[in-house]
């Protein structure tokens, strides 16, 4: 590329040479290498306005494509917009210099940055990230993962973008916070929990555990959570007791063992 880059003038003067102003006749009698050499102009010019995004990207923005290793990092043409594929997502390159200078780099690092799942990396952790008086009327997901499961390895982004596009659609964005355990690095906390299956949901409100399920298959993920984040989140204060009353001996259970995780630490 940029070989083609370096030389996209030099090869623009010469099809110019070659290739004049023609009527349909001649187009139809001219030369294959004519053609050759109209076809080797369209693609270097082509690469050549690629490389230069990416360059005024890098320029703009070098901590962020950073992120993207060589042989992640390419360039696509969507309705006339230069994008770059990072782990970060999709990142929007303006298609000329205008654009390109006002675009938001700060609030865009900023936005990749900011972290909307929590790695729960201890008991202690997780005992106050699950009963925080201050965040009590917030929905707190955990999702248990374990590194040996293929399934979890395809949730991961899943889930990812999940807690991203809610915390960011939503009105209030502070009405759920997300978690996320792996299980060899708490193995302690996941044994006590009594969770064997990967991956597992657990749902509580104000420290008392209201949902907890096992998702399947990757693709039944997205449909299963977001189902039960909402419908907990649109519970009236009757259907909540209702919902208490219906299932008080689950909702018991829970709260012992996380009773005695409170006592033991």
């Known amino acids: 590329q940029s070989l083609l880059h370096s030389n996209s ?57 950073r992120q993207a290793s060589p042989a992640k990092l390419r360039c696509s043409r969507t309705w006339g917009t230069q994008r770059a594929m990072t782990p970060g997502g999709v990142l929007a390159l303006a298609s000329n210099e205008t654009e390109l200078n006002s675009f938001p780099t700060s609030q865009l690092l900023h936005e990749q940055e900011q972290q909307v799942i929590t790695t729960i990396t201890s008991i202690p952790q997780f005992l106050s990230f699950v009963k925080n008086p201050d965040l009590e009327e917030q929905l707190c997901v955990i999702k248990y993962h374990a590194k040996w499961c293929k399934i979890c390895k395809l949730v991961a982004l899943k889930y990812q973008k999940l807690a991203r596009d809610f915390c960011t659609t939503q009105e209030d964005h502070s009405l759920v916070r997300f978690g996320d355990v792996e299980v060899t690095a708490n ?66 259970q829970a709260n012992n063992i996380l009773n005695s995780l409170y006592d033991q630490h």
């Open 187 to 252: 193995s302690d906390l996941c044994k006590k929990l009594g969770i064997t299956l990967f991956p597992f949901i657990e749902i509580y409100e104000g420290g008392v555990r209201i949902a907890a399920f096992s998702t399947g298959a990757s693709y039944k993920f997205n449909n299963i959570l977001r189902k039960s984040m909402e419908e907990k989140l649109k519970m009236s204060k009757e259907e909540k007791l209702a919902f208490f009353a219906r299932y008080s001996k689950e909702i018991t």
């Open 9 to 65: 003038n030099e090869s623009c003067l010469m099809t110019v040479a070659l290739i004049s102003p023609l009527s349909a006749e001649h187009w139809i009698a001219m030369p294959l290498i004519h053609i050759l050499s109209f076809i080797f102009v369209a693609v270097s010019l082509l690469a050549s306005h690629q490389c230069d995004a990416l360059q005024r990207m890098q320029q703009k923005c070098p901590d962020l494509l």
